[in-house]
């Protein structure tokens, strides 16, 4: 669903049966719904691991910088929402918990960095999910009601139709969670289960 198609939905829940047409029209509902949407829909990415968020690649070396701590230091993805783990390729050495992730300054912004012990580290984490398209159709459905929650009182003033928007979301949440269960499968090519993907 397109973020235009998930915010219309939104605001059928709060009693808006007009909807939008482009999240950039002169309107209040566009421009709370502006407002919200990506703050929501990165937050909802970040919080659980969705099936068709999780993606697995080899860590970028970084040559030029030394840690301290570790032996180390890895470019952060620039699609990564959130760590999930670091581990290596190797079935014996498995998942590493000590990782830091640090910031270092360069001549116009922090840069976010990964470092540790291992040589070749591999990363499982959440990536901000671009393609409208990959979604699946209840996480589309939560983040309407998610945004649903957060515009009821700026665009109706009434705190009850947010906690029928909040209830609404916390009944989709279990659901999404148990289906998302349901769906997540274990790699059957363990040799090719390092390799940069999509699950």
Known sequence: MTDVQI??????????????????????????????????RETLLSEF?????????????????????????????????????????SETDGMVNDY????TKDANDNIKRIVCNLDDAYIEYIMDMQDENADSAIFSKLLAY????????????????????R???AETLAKAKYLTALERQQPINKGNRYMTARR
């Open 100 to 103: 830091k992730i640090i910031y």
């Open 167 to 169: 209830q609404g979301y």
């Open 146 to 165: 998610r945004i649903a929650a957060e515009i009821a009182v700026p665009l109706t003033g009434d705190a009850r139709i947010a906690q029928s928007a």
């Open 49 to 89: 691991p969705w099936n068709f968020v999780i993606k697995q690649a080899l860590l970028v070396k970084v040559t030029d910088e030394t840690s301290q701590e570790f032996n180390f230091v890895y470019e952060y993805p620039g699609d990564c929402l959130r760590v999930l783990k670091i581990f290596t390729g």
């Open 7 to 40: 915010c219309n939905y939104a605001l059928l829940q709060i009693g808006d049966t007009e909807g939008i047409s482009s999240m950039t029209e002169n309107t209040k509902a566009s421009k709370v719904c502006a407002r919200v949407y990506e703050i929501e």
